[in-house]
Protein backbone atom coordinates (compact mmCIF):
# COMPACT_ATOMS: atom_id res chain seq x y z
CA UNK A 1 0.00 0.00 0.00
CA UNK A 2 1.60 3.40 -1.09
CA UNK A 3 1.67 6.31 1.31
CA UNK A 4 -0.83 8.06 -0.59
CA UNK A 5 -3.37 5.52 -0.12
CA UNK A 6 -3.20 4.90 3.59
CA UNK A 7 -3.59 8.61 3.35
CA UNK A 8 -6.75 8.89 2.25
CA UNK A 9 -7.93 5.58 3.67
CA UNK A 10 -7.00 7.47 6.86
CA UNK A 11 -9.15 10.70 5.43
CA UNK A 12 -12.09 8.45 4.78
CA UNK A 13 -12.08 6.67 8.37
CA UNK A 14 -11.68 10.34 9.80
CA UNK A 15 -14.66 12.10 7.68
CA UNK A 16 -17.11 9.15 8.63
CA UNK A 17 -16.18 9.02 12.25
CA UNK A 18 -18.45 12.07 12.91
CA UNK A 19 -22.16 11.00 12.94
CA UNK A 20 -23.18 14.57 12.00
CA UNK A 21 -21.27 14.11 8.64
CA UNK A 22 -22.70 10.62 8.56
CA UNK A 23 -26.11 10.88 8.88
CA UNK A 24 -26.03 14.05 6.32
CA UNK A 25 -24.10 11.68 3.59
CA UNK A 26 -26.40 9.12 4.37
CA UNK A 27 -29.53 11.53 2.69
CA UNK A 28 -27.24 12.78 0.38
CA UNK A 29 -26.87 8.89 -0.41
CA UNK A 30 -30.02 8.91 -1.64
CA UNK A 31 -30.89 12.16 -2.60
CA UNK A 32 -27.91 13.61 -4.32
CA UNK A 33 -28.99 16.90 -3.03
CA UNK A 34 -30.41 18.62 0.17
CA UNK A 35 -31.24 21.68 1.73
CA UNK A 36 -29.77 22.69 4.39
CA UNK A 37 -32.87 23.29 6.88
CA UNK A 38 -34.28 20.01 6.25
CA UNK A 39 -30.34 18.30 7.09
CA UNK A 40 -30.46 20.10 10.46
CA UNK A 41 -33.75 18.68 11.69
CA UNK A 42 -32.90 15.17 10.26
CA UNK A 43 -29.82 15.06 11.65
CA UNK A 44 -30.84 16.23 14.97
CA UNK A 45 -33.89 13.84 14.92
CA UNK A 46 -31.45 11.10 14.38
CA UNK A 47 -29.10 12.09 16.88
CA UNK A 48 -31.85 12.24 19.70
CA UNK A 49 -33.93 8.94 18.40
CA UNK A 50 -36.59 11.44 18.03
CA UNK A 51 -39.01 12.30 15.43
CA UNK A 52 -38.45 15.89 13.53
CA UNK A 53 -41.13 17.71 15.04
CA UNK A 54 -40.09 17.11 18.37
CA UNK A 55 -36.84 18.82 18.01
CA UNK A 56 -36.30 22.20 19.66
CA UNK A 57 -34.82 25.21 18.16
CA UNK A 58 -31.87 25.05 20.36
CA UNK A 59 -30.99 22.08 19.33
CA UNK A 60 -31.82 22.41 15.60
CA UNK A 61 -29.50 25.63 16.22
CA UNK A 62 -26.74 23.92 17.72
CA UNK A 63 -26.75 21.16 14.49
CA UNK A 64 -26.68 24.01 12.21
CA UNK A 65 -23.76 25.87 13.43
CA UNK A 66 -21.71 22.50 13.71
CA UNK A 67 -22.57 21.68 9.78
CA UNK A 68 -22.02 25.31 8.67
CA UNK A 69 -18.80 25.76 10.78
CA UNK A 70 -17.45 22.14 10.19
CA UNK A 71 -18.71 19.52 8.57
CA UNK A 72 -19.84 20.95 5.17
CA UNK A 73 -16.56 22.83 5.01
CA UNK A 74 -14.33 19.74 5.82
CA UNK A 75 -16.79 17.98 3.40
CA UNK A 76 -16.39 20.40 0.50
CA UNK A 77 -12.51 20.86 1.31
CA UNK A 78 -12.00 16.06 0.38
CA UNK A 79 -14.57 16.91 -2.84
CA UNK A 80 -17.39 15.07 -0.89
CA UNK A 81 -19.85 17.76 -1.49
CA UNK A 82 -20.43 21.16 -2.51
CA UNK A 83 -22.64 23.60 -0.87
CA UNK A 84 -23.97 27.52 -1.29
CA UNK A 85 -24.35 29.08 2.45
CA UNK A 86 -26.92 31.66 0.97
CA UNK A 87 -29.31 29.07 -0.47
CA UNK A 88 -28.49 26.37 1.65
CA UNK A 89 -28.25 23.78 -1.34
CA UNK A 90 -25.48 21.05 -0.92
CA UNK A 91 -24.76 18.29 -3.70
CA UNK A 92 -22.55 15.33 -3.78
CA UNK A 93 -19.04 16.08 -5.55
CA UNK A 94 -17.10 13.05 -7.40
CA UNK A 95 -15.27 12.74 -4.14
CA UNK A 96 -18.62 11.02 -2.81
CA UNK A 97 -17.65 7.68 -4.99
CA UNK A 98 -14.53 6.83 -3.00
CA UNK A 99 -16.12 6.87 -0.05
CA UNK A 100 -19.33 5.28 -0.56
CA UNK A 101 -18.73 1.73 -0.21
CA UNK A 102 -17.01 2.97 3.89
CA UNK A 103 -20.39 4.85 3.87
CA UNK A 104 -22.47 2.00 3.39
CA UNK A 105 -20.81 0.03 6.34
CA UNK A 106 -20.93 2.37 8.94
CA UNK A 107 -24.63 2.72 7.79
CA UNK A 108 -25.39 -1.28 7.81
CA UNK A 109 -23.91 -1.50 11.15
CA UNK A 110 -25.71 1.44 12.53
CA UNK A 111 -28.94 0.39 11.68
CA UNK A 112 -28.67 -2.96 13.62
CA UNK A 113 -30.66 -2.42 16.45
CA UNK A 114 -28.25 -4.44 18.63
CA UNK A 115 -25.49 -2.11 17.98
CA UNK A 116 -27.16 1.08 18.27
CA UNK A 117 -28.08 0.41 21.78
CA UNK A 118 -25.02 -0.76 23.07
CA UNK A 119 -23.60 1.70 25.76
CA UNK A 120 -20.67 4.06 24.49
CA UNK A 121 -16.89 2.86 25.50
Not at 31 to 55: F, S, Y
Not at 79 to 105: H, M
Amino acid sequence: MTDATAARMADACSLLSESERRFLLYQLAERRDANLEDVVTQIAAWEHDAHPIEIDKEVRQRVYVSLVHNHLPRLQDYGIIEYDLRSGDIVLDDGFEDIKPLLEQFRQTEEESEIRKLPSL
